[in-house]
């Protein structure tokens, strides 16, 4: 089996057993609110700062999970930005059916707006810092110096990452034609509270180190 198809393998198995977390909500709120392309930045965002761990973990980062003191403060720090994301997409305020029916064209943010956001939503998230970085380490000691197999293995992994992440933003972006003000309201509350929710219990566990 080629080594990029191994990658690929853990890629998919990544997409399935992890791809519910913070950053799908995000995905889905964002695919369903602003469309398409809005949520493919944000996608890039997070694949730009999966590729960054990856790459710090190579260059020998994995040192930062042998003192539990560092565990503990990523956990708090990222849990209390996932809290900051929740409330405030808790709160926003979909504007979609009013502008339509008024013909005002809503204001969108920069498009690096939602790249930083999915980037450091992504970085807040310290169980994907101890996935990759255990990956690293686990790849690294089987395929040693080889440059090129780590190459191929990760950018296999990550090409599919991204891959799935697309897939699901262009998934939820066909509903917003169908989508009602109420129910666009209600994905940004369910988003806002999966992200807090998620937050908390990443602040309680880093503490209690359970």
Do not use: C
């Not at 260059?59 to 403060?73: D, K, M, R, V």
């Amino acid at each position: 089996m080629s080594v990029f198809l191994e990658g690929t393998i853990l890629g998919f198995s990544l997409a399935l057993l992890f791809g519910f977390g913070p950053a799908f909500f995000a995905l889905i709120q964002t695919g369903i609110h602003r469309g398409f392309w809005p949520g493919l930045l944000l996608a890039t965002g997070i694949f730009i700062n999966d590729v960054l761990i990856v790459l710090i973990s190579l260059f020998g980062a994995t040192s930062i999970l042998h003192e539990p003191a560092h565990y503990q403060t990523m956990g708090i720090v990222g849990g209390g930005l996932l809290i900051v994301f929740g409330i405030l997409t808790y709160k926003h305020k979909t504007q979609l059916k009013e502008a339509e029916d008024q013909n005002i064209e809503i204001k969108s943010p920069h498009p690096l707006i939602y790249v930083g956001k999915g980037f450091l939503l992504n970085a807040a998230n310290p169980f994907v810092w101890i996935f990759w970085i255990s990956i690293v380490m686990g790849i690294t000691s089987r395929y040693g110096t080889q440059k090129i197999d780590l190459f191929l293995f990760f950018a296999g992994t990550l090409t599919i990452v991204y891959s799935t992440d697309i897939i699901k933003t262009f998934a939820a972006s066909r509903f917003k034609n169908f989508a009602t003000n109420k129910f666009l309201i209600l994905i940004n509350k369910l988003a806002g509270i999966a992200l807090v929710v998620f937050g908390i219990f990443l602040i309680i566990r880093s503490i209690f180190q359970f």
